[in-house]
Each structure stands twice: as C-alpha cells, then as structure tokens.
C-alpha cells in the first residue's frame, strides 16, 4: 500500500512541473519490500529481465578481461540498452500496482510511445559518459608520465598504497558523475513512462525529488550501490535477482516521491 508523503510547498512547485513529495528515511527499505512483492508476483517476466542484466555483465566482464579496450564501447553498448530493460520492470510494477496480470510482451512494448523522449535520454547519458571517461583520462595522464597503464598495470597501481591521491581524485571524479546521473535520473524513466513526461521535464523532477529528499536519497543510493557490488560477487550471477529487484523497487521509489498518476488504469492494456 502506497504511503501519502507530504507534497513540497507549492511556491516549490514551479508551472508546468510534476509535484514532488518529502520522504521518510524508512521509504527505500519499503521500496525494496514492495519490489520484492512484485518479483514473486511476476517471477516470469523477472527471470527475463534478470538473465539479460547477468548477460550484459558477463558481457562486460569478458570483454574487460579480453580486450580492455573496447570495455567502453560494450559499456555504451549496454548503456543503450539498460533504459529499455528498466522501462519493462517499471511496467511490470505499474500493471501490478493496478490490478492487471504482468504481460512480458507489454513490458517489451511499453516504451514504444516515447522513443523521441528516450533518444534524447539516452544521447544525454552517452555524453556525460564520454565527458566521464575524459575526465578519467585526465586523471591517468596527470599520475602516469608513460601513458595509458594496461588492465594488469591499472589494477597493479590502484593496489599501491603510494598511489592514494590517484585512487582519491579517481574516486573522486567518478564519484561526482555519478551522483549527477543518479540525480537525474533516479525517477526520470518512471515518470518518462507513467505521465509521458519529456526528457527534460522527466530530468528536472528526478533532481527536485534528490534535492528536497537529500538524505533519504543518498541512502537509496547507497542501497543501491551495496546491492550491485554484492550481485557481481560471483560472476554477476546475483544479478539475476538484485537486477529485476532494484527495477521494480525503483517504480515504487518513482510512486513515492512523484503525485499521484495521471495515467487512468483504464488506458493501460
């Protein structure tokens, strides 16, 4: 059962915006509740999407191991491929949340009304990947006077205790993009599909969600980050439940933080 969060002021609410709501620090841990719901409502269509999340791991994996260099190529690959996977869970727990039986071929379909919106989405994400690895370049040519260090010779240099302010300012960088991905993102998709939301729109609110309700982001974030690092322990093989669990979670983070749909049940076959 969806809780009824305070919405923010509405002098904070500016024309034309979706309204945002302030949450309690207990909200992600219901969140991953109500995820789990749906997961053993739906464990078809989660073994699906959770199959594809511990491929595109493998994937990535292999290719690291292999090829070091292409690992940013099959990373965008992926990053092409992830919103359309995250937009099937959100549909799978929206037509739970209504009372209508999970279909795998509507969560395949779902985004097919915002192509023009998710383009856009996923151009953004491309570019602040691009400026990341830049960025992360930058940081090697300023510690490493003799290039780009190999797979073996990175990992070597981040396990050297001498190399602390590398890892720092690596970590750092890092850091600082994903929190701005994080941030506009977080409940950007959900709202893409449940309201058809523009990107920008879409981008703008999943930012007020973040900045009215820091705290308790930052713990989902967290949450997050602990769940995937765990999941890929073993080959990623984790993956195939946190993947689909965090996917359905993130619609109910989405239903919590944003005002009630303005999408009827009725329209959703």
């Known amino acids: 059962m969806q809780a009824s969060p305070a919405p923010e002021k509405a002098s904070d609410n500016p024309a034309g915006m979706l309204q945002v709501q302030l949450l309690r620090m207990a909200d992600p841990w219901r969140w991953l509740a109500l995820g789990w719901r749906d997961l053993r409502r739906a464990p078809g269509v989660a073994l699906f999407y959770g199959l594809c999340f511990w491929a595109m791991a493998l994937l990535i994996g292999w290719v690291f191991r292999a090829s070091p260099e292409y690992s940013m190529a099959m990373a965008s690959g992926c990053l092409l491929i992830g919103p359309f996977l995250a ?118 609110t999943s ?25 890929l322990w073993w080959h990623g093989a984790g993956l195939l439940l946190v993947g689909p669990l965090l996917g359905c979670a993130s619609w109910h983070a989405y239903r919590c933080s944003v005002g009630d749909s303005a999408v009827p049940a009725s329209t959703i076959s």
């Open 207 to 231: 930012m007020r969600v973040v900045g009215l309700n820091l705290a308790v982001m930052l713990q989902w974030a967290a949450i997050i980050t602990v769940l995937v690092a765990v999941s």
């Open 87 to 204: 937009m099937g869970l959100y549909d799978t727990s929206r037509r739970l949340e209504r009372g209508l039986p999970p279909q795998l071929s509507s969560s395949l379909t779902c985004w097919d009304t915002q192509m023009g919106s998710m383009g856009m989405l996923v151009m953004v994400l491309l570019v602040l990947e691009m400026l990341w690895a830049r960025a992360s370049m930058v940081v090697f040519a300023v510690f490493f006077d003799t290039g780009m260090p190999t797979t073996a010779g990175m990992l070597q240099a981040v396990a050297r205790p001498e190399n602390w302010e590398f890892l720092a300012i690596y970590l750092l960088v890092g850091g600082a993009f994903a929190a701005l991905v994080f941030a506009s993102m977080v409940v950007a998709l959900p709202a893409m599909l449940d309201r058809g939301s523009d990107a920008l729109t879409a981008c703008i």
